[in-house]
Every structure is written in C-alpha cells, then in structure tokens.
C-alpha cells in the first residue's frame, strides 16, 4: 500500500523526505557472501551529489552512507541491509515564501490532494534527495551483478535541444554531463548557462545499458523484465518516458527491419533491446530515459494558493537547472535493482536446470 517498496525477492524499502533527519534504504533479500565495496558506493553517491556538475542545486551534502546493519566483515550476511544517509545542509527556511503555494510541475498541489497534509520543505519525499537511497541500494545490487559478470553503464543523448550526435565510451566520464560527444557536451555546457541566466530549466534522455545479462531473465507475464525495468525508471521523479531498444522508432519499421535476425553466432541486431516475450534474450540490455524540465524555477508562473487565490510564484532556493546527469547513477541503480531481483527469481525458475547461473 505504502509505495515505498520495490522488488520482490531483492526487495528495498526506502525512506526519508528532504529536510529531515535523514534519508535510507533496507534491502531485503540480498544473499549473504556478497563483498561490500563501500569506497564503490560512496563513489555511485558522490555521481548523484549536488554540486559535482554545472546545471546542479549547490546544497552540499557529504552523502556518507553509514551500513547500520547486514554487514559483517565486509561481507553480506543475509540479513536485512540498512543504509542511512544523514541529510546536513538543508536550509529549511528558503521554502517559508512559497509553503502557501502550490509549485506548477511539481508534486505539492497532489501531495496535499492525497494526503491531506505536506512537507513543504524542498519537496518532502517527492524531492530528488530520495534518490540517495536508492542509489545507496543499487551500488550493493550492482556489486551482486557485478560478481556475476553483468555491468550497467549510462551516458546522455540529449540535454535540452542539444543531442549528442557521436558515442564514444571513453569520453563519458570525460565531461560533467557523462555525454559520449565532447563537442555535444560544450554545447550543453553553453545552452545550460544561458538557461540558468534565464531563471528558467532543462530536461534531456539518458540511455542505460546492462551487458552480459544471462537470458531467461524476467517473469510473464505481469512481471516481465521490460515491464519491471520501465515501472523502475518512471518511478524517478521527473521521468515522463521509457524507451528498450528501438522503443518508439519500431513503430514505423517494417517487420523485416525490426526483427532481430539469428544466425549461428547469435541474433544481428539488437532492435529488441535485448528483451523479447519480457524476457532477456543475453544481448545487451538498452534503455532510453526521457527526463522532463526541473519543475522549480526562478521564472514568474501562474499557480494557485492553498486556499485556491490565483497567485504568482517565482521559486528562489536551491534548485538543479537540469536533472542529467544527477539522474545518470539512479537510472543505474534502478537497472541494478531490476536485475538483481530478477537473477534471483531465475534461481528459483532454474532449480531443476542446473547450469543455468555459473
Ligand atoms: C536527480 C534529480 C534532481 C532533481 N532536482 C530537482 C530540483 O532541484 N528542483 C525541483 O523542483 N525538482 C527536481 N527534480 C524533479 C522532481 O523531483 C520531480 O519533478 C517532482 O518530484 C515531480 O514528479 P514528476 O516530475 O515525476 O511528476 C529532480 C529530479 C531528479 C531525478
């Protein structure tokens, strides 16, 4: 009922809102003998930080994840896994101007029709800043996919009406926007300045790829990988689309060009996006995030106030102009929570097929 949980046998509950005490996950689910590489996941913390890159909110926070419970000798013990994240430089009194007012393209106007009530305080938990723990959760989801061969990586494709036109890996992690075309991220560089000076923001896509995903992954068909993977991605705030694989571009193919051929060496091409029938086929898994525009700006909007008064907001604090690339480790680590509580659930399918997981 809460909505605060995901995943079925690799299961996180996650908690917090943006100025309280702190924010957390507890992992249920997470097989004991995993090695926990803490610099790892300070290192998936210290991507979706404030303050790393140009479009971001200058709130500064260490983000130091302390593992309260699960860990024993660096090891996972199969017992629940509890991270918390202290949250340290809200500035709580930067939202005092506008708790009366309803932010247009945020969540405030529907938290306060659903329950009733609202943390006003930069977005209570519909704020970004629970996407800590998310992240906190999928770098130990991503270290079980990691002792099983699979990687997850992401770069962006666009950021505003700026699209990267070349993908090189290796300048990725090269230029603050993860962007595989160093041209492409000047002028994001560029587009975002003039935009910031305009008071107003930016959204983009960022494109996700797990490799070496073993098939047979994914459970039809209420759960099928693809299903699972876009319920995970549009579970982050500011996310308004989900692409696999050809995603919206098959629609104007013809069957001839859009079926993966097979040959003995394997399928030749990957129009599925490495899922058919909602389950993996081993071919790379490939997501595409479109992410809309920072809801929070300092340009003047119409809105409404509590009581329903037409009013006029200008939103001051400290906001993000654009949520790429902040949003780049928490695609990651929604794929790594789709995929460790998948492999998992294969276990159970694969009982009786032994073979199938090295
Ligand atoms: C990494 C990241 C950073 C964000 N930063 C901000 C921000 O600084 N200010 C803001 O108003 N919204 C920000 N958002 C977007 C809001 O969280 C989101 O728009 C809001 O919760 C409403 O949900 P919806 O856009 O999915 O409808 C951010 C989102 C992400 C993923």
Known sequence: ?????????????????????????????????????????????????????????????????????????????????????????????????????????????????????????????????????????????DLLLKSKGISITSHTLQIGDVCARNYDSAVVGKNPFCCGDMEAAAAMEEQLARVKASQDSLGGVVEIRAEKVPPGLGDPVFDKLDADIAKAMMGI???????????????????????????????????????????????????????????????????????GEPAVISVKGRHDICAIPRINPVCESMMALVLADHLLRQNAVAFSSPGFLP
């Open 1 to 141: 009922m809460s909505g605060s949980t995901f995943g079925k046998v690799f299961q996180i509950t996650t908690y917090g809102e943006s100025h309280g005490p702190a924010v957390g996950v507890v992992i249920q689910g997470c097989p004991p003998g995993i090695e926990i590489d803490e610099a790892m996941i300070q290192e998936k913390l210290n991507r979706r930080r404030a303050g790393q890159t140009p479009g971001s909110t200058t709130r500064k926070e260490p983000d130091c994840p302390k593992i309260l419970s699960g860990v024993f000798e660096n090891k996972t013990t199969g017992t629940p896994i509890h991270i918390c994240v202290e949250n340290t430089d809200a500035r709580s009194r930067s939202y005092e101007h506008i708790a009366h007012l309803f932010r247009p393209g945020h969540g405030d106007f529907t938290y306060e029709k659903k329950y009733g009530i609202r943390d006003y305080r930069g977005g209570g938990r519909a704020s970004a800043r629970e996407t800590v723990a998310r992240v906190a959760a999928g770098a130990v989801a």
């Open 237 to 307: 705030g500011a996310v308004k689309a989900v692409e696999i694989g050809a995603g919206t571009l098959a629609a104007g193919m013809k069957g001839s060009e859009n079926n993966d051929q097979m040959s003995d060496s394997g399928f030749l091409s990957n129009n599925a996006g490495g899922i058919l029938a909602g389950i993996s086929n081993g071919e790379p898994i490939i997501v595409r995030v479109y992410v809309k525009p920072i809801p929070s700006i300092g340009k003047k909007l119409s809105t409404v106030t509590r009581t």
